[in-house]
């Protein structure tokens, strides 16, 4: 057996055990436009749930300030004295970087390929939806920072980890927040190892074989069975950014977000342009197929989870994620913050998801799929506007990784050290180790590497929207305090 095959046969079984255990579904009797039975991962439920309560509680928050959102991330309501490492822009971009990745291209080819357009309507939907969680869990992660690294006490440290263990602090449950928080932790360190590093890298290797020649055919590509080289290469290029910590990451990905951002909203957009004819026929299938009954109420509600388990995926709305680098932010108001934040999963999810997924209907690749799809089927879309389209693609898909890989590693990093103690050397060795799993995630297969991600990623929010819950009443205070300031001015 080659490398690449030992790897992914260890894996696999890792894989499968995870994803038993954190999606542990109902079957709700029904068949799916597959053919297979409907199950209900109860992860995606509670998820689910979390956003439509928080946006009715707040009473619309996502909708009513979206105006206020942008404003204060332009610096209308900054105080230069304000206590923090990076600004609100660079939070928001690294945040994003975080979740602006593969599940944005090949997370939504997955949604099609398995639910069918429909399910791009319900992935929209969460994220408006989601806006209003990472609302609350930003905020929470400003309010609840602290100063842990005492070798850099100048360092800001924040996140679920911290604000979890303050929601049982002040309910005299200490022992069971200490425990909730360092579940989030071990569950955070996963996640960064399989969502914000495997899947991207897997990912990113899949479209440089396919720009390269191919797995298969007359000629393959020289790379197809050489993950694990491409993923030493990509560990190299990590590692560079990583190695400098924080301000660092910052740095690049306030550069890369906007430029691999507008890169792959301009091209989705050419291609979507060369196919106007179809465009009203898209939006209408996507619609229909959302609610349609063809398939029975299963092939609805199939299509219905698969959406929200990707959208899930794609903005880590109710994951917590984001609120490990906000938490970095300056500003002495976390409801402030908390705005900014909740502009992550609307342009994640309603604009860039969006614009994939036409991208995928309009030019009616999805028809022509054979299973589960990842960027070979976006790439196979884009590609229906220009062969080149497929080069650009390419760069985009290594932009995305990369930006992703850094973000996550610190994220990782950051949960690590709320287990074991901040320290530089804590910190050397989880970077080194993040690097290898670089090469994991290039050998293993796409069902292997998103099984683990999703399983490691979901469980995050388990921890995590219990102390939301909790602290409800006081972020609905302290939003009530804050706006009266606002008007008061």
């Not at 306030?254 to 009203?280: C, E, R, W």
């Amino acid at each position: 057996m080659g490398i690449d095959t030992i790897i992914n046969d260890g894996f696999g079984k890792v894989s499968e055990f995870a994803t038993g255990v954190i999606f542990y579904s109902v079957d709700l009797g029904l068949v799916s436009s597959t053919g297979n039975p409907v199950m209900l991962p109860l992860i995606l439920l509670w998820l689910a749930l979390a956003s439509v309560f928080f946006t009715i509680y707040l009473g619309f928050i996502n909708f009513r300030y979206f105006g206020h959102a942008i404003a204060v991330l332009r610096g209308k309501h900054d105080d230069p004295n304000s206590e923090g490492q990076i600004n609100r822009f660079q939070a928001l971009a690294t945040s994003l970087s975080g979740t602006v990745g593969l599940g944005n291209i090949a997370g939504v080819a997955v949604a099609v390929s398995v639910g069918g357009p429909g399910a791009v309507f319900w992935m929209v939907l969460m994220g408006f939806l989601g806006m209003s969680t990472k609302f609350v869990e930003v905020t929470l992660g400003v309010k609840y920072r602290a100063h842990a690294d005492k070798e850099h006490p100048e360092v800001l440290s924040g996140g679920p980890m911290y604000y979890i263990k303050a929601a049982f602090d002040k309910r005299n449950m200490s022992k069971l927040g200490a425990i909730m928080a360092a579940m989030f932790a071990i569950f955070c360190v996963g996640g960064a190892i399989g969502g914000g590093n495997m899947f991207q890298a897997n990912q990113a290797f899949n479209q440089f074989v396919i720009m390269t020649g191919g797995f298969e055919g007359v000629d393959p590509s020289w790379w197809a069975d050489k993950g694990w080289l491409f993923g030493v290469m990509l560990a190299f290029l990590v590692g560079l950014v990583i190695i400098g910590g924080l301000k660092s990451i910052a740095r690049v990905t306030s550069k890369l977000v906007p430029l691999m951002g507008g890169i792959y909203l301009l091209t989705g957009l050419i291609v979507i342009a060369m196919h106007y004819q179809n465009i009203g026929g898209a939006l209408q299938i996507i619609f229909i197929d959302a609610f349609s009954l063809k398939a029975g109420f299963g092939g609805l509600l199939g299509g219905l989870l698969v959406g929200v388990q990707r959208a899930s995926f794609s903005n880590e709305a109710g994951l917590g994620s984001a609120a490990i680098v906000h938490a970095t932010a300056k500003t002495n108001k976390p409801i402030s913050q908390g705005f900014v934040g909740m502009l992550g999963p609307f342009i994640d999810t309603v604009i860039i998801c969006l614009v994939t997924a036409l991208v995928i209907v309009v030019t009616g690749v999805y028809t022509e799929g054979n299973g589960v799809e990842g960027v070979m089927l976006t790439s196979r879309a884009m590609a229906s506007g220009s062969h080149y389209f497929t080069y650009v693609l390419g760069v985009t898909v290594f932009l995305f990784a990369y930006s992703t890989l850094i973000t996550w590693s610190y994220y990782g990093m950051k949960a690590l050290g709320y287990l074991v103690g901040e320290h530089d050397r804590v910190n050397l060795v989880f970077k080194l180790l993040f690097c290898c799993f670089v090469v994991v995630g290039c050998s293993s297969e796409l069902e292997n590497v998103i099984s683990f991600s999703d399983a490691m990623l979901f469980s995050m929010g388990i921890p995590n929207l219990i102390a939301l819950y909790m602290f409800a009443p006081e972020i609905k205070r302290d939003l009530k305090s804050y706006l009266q300031g606002i008007k008061n001015k």
